[in-house]
Nanobody, 121 residues
Framework: VQLVESGGDLVQAGGSLRLSCTAS????????MGWYRQPPGKQRELVSLITSGGTTNYADCVKGRFTISRDNAKNTVYLQMNSLEPEDTAVYYCRAVLATTQRMGVSKVYWGQGTQVTVSL
């Protein structure tokens, strides 16, 4: 199983970016997908999650600015980030909780390699 992120970039404050993450491999089912981020010198933190049924969860600091969505047919999750602030600068990691075809009854957490988002003044 592999999670591949894309969309990170350098953007000015107030700008927008759209991150994408696609899961591939021997996937049986995905229960949730989402995004975490790790700012420089800080711990990794939750940004947003979405379940297979479409239930979403956001960190307070991104509510109203970020929107998570998911294409179940493509095993892909998106994060639309608007009104970006310098404080949003971080490596953004995709996370999926999924079961593989080899172990259909066991869900595990998988992580992507991360994509850098830098917001300048």
């Amino acid at each position: 199983v592999q999670l591949v992120e894309s969309g990170g970039d350098l953007v000015q404050a107030g700008g927008s970016l759209r991150l994408s993450c696609t899961a591939s491999g021997s996937i049986f089912s995905i229960s949730s997908m989402g995004w975490y981020r790790q700012p420089p010198g800080k711990q990794r933190e939750l940004v947003s999650l979405i379940t297979s049924g479409g239930t979403t969860n956001y960190a307070d600091c991104v509510k109203g600015r970020f929107t998570i969505s998911r294409d179940n047919a493509k095993n892909t999750v998106y994060l639309q980030m608007n009104s970006l602030e310098p404080e949003d600068t971080a490596v953004y990691y995709c996370r999926a909780v999924l079961a593989t075809t080899q172990r259909m009854g066991v869900s595990k957490v998988y992580w992507g390699q991360g994509t850098q988002v830098t917001v300048s003044l």
